[in-house]
């Protein structure tokens, strides 16, 4: 089946510096999303990406979707303590009962 | 604040017994609700696919005569872990879609249940 591959599993970065997250898909997807998840709480959705190629900003958050359709980009710029949190990413295809298949997440740590 | 209620937040229970967990779209009608399953440190893993007034899909691999789910109205769907056993604690999420084929924006998430059989 599908995998999303989310790696390092946990990054560690300095309050007020930058940090970039990484996914790659085993195969293609037309919509990438973006979640970020506090511990005991569900996803909560950040940045949604629906074309090759598109560059998406929420405020201090930028994503891109890869021009193979099978990667996706998101950068935090000068982080702050409460984006402390696992954020995943997730591949689907519009469309009615589309599925999300999500990546493994990757725990982000910052120190103040 | 949160369209979408999931209730109980946490519960323990001893082996054997059933747990119901409520999944409520607060602000909006769902056609469509998802159960998830999330174990520490994973990914969560799609379970089963609810449309109101129909049987749920379940994905390969999950039992659907253990996780019994009712989406009986277009604001409610439950899922029933019948029988629990402790391999079954989890954490369990919900989310609901405004439309079927309605935007993914429009997909939100429950803040999760976290079940522990003793």
């Known amino acids: 089946g599908q995998q999303l591959n989310q790696s390092p599993q946990s990054m560690f970065i300095q309050e007020g510096e930058d940090v970039s997250m990484n996914c790659t898909s085993s195969s293609i997807f037309n919509t990438w999303l973006w979640y970020k998840q506090d511990p005991g709480e569900g996803p909560v959705l950040l940045i949604a990406?629906?074309?090759?190629?598109e560059l998406t900003s929420n405020g201090r958050l930028t994503a891109q979707f890869g021009i193979t359709r099978k990667d996706s980009f998101l950068n935090i710029s000068a982080s702050i303590p409460s984006d402390v949190g696992i954020y995943f990413c997730a591949g689907t295809f519009t469309g009615a009962n589309s599925k999300l298949t999500f990546g493994k997440g990757i725990t982000l740590s910052v120190r103040p | 604040g949160a369209v979408v209620s999931q209730h109980p937040s946490r519960v323990i229970c001893k082996s054997g017994t059933s747990v119901k967990i409520e999944c409520r779209s607060l602000?909006?009608?769902?056609?469509?609700m998802f159960w998830y399953r999330q174990f520490p440190k994973q990914s969560l893993m799609l379970m089963a696919t609810?449309?109101?007034?129909?049987?749920?899909?379940?994905e390969q691999g999950v039992e659907k005569d253990k996780f019994l789910i009712n989406h009986a109205s277009l604001t409610l769907s439950t899922l029933t872990v019948t029988s629990a056993h402790p391999e079954d604690s989890s954490f369990y999420i919900c989310s609901a879609r405004f439309l079927r084929s309605g935007p993914i924006e429009k997909l939100f998430f429950g803040s999760g249940t976290q079940l522990s059989v003793l």
């Open positions: 602000d909006f009608q769902a056609t469509t």
């Open positions: 990406l629906y074309k090759a190629g």
């Open positions: 609810s449309n109101e007034g129909s049987k749920a899909t379940y």
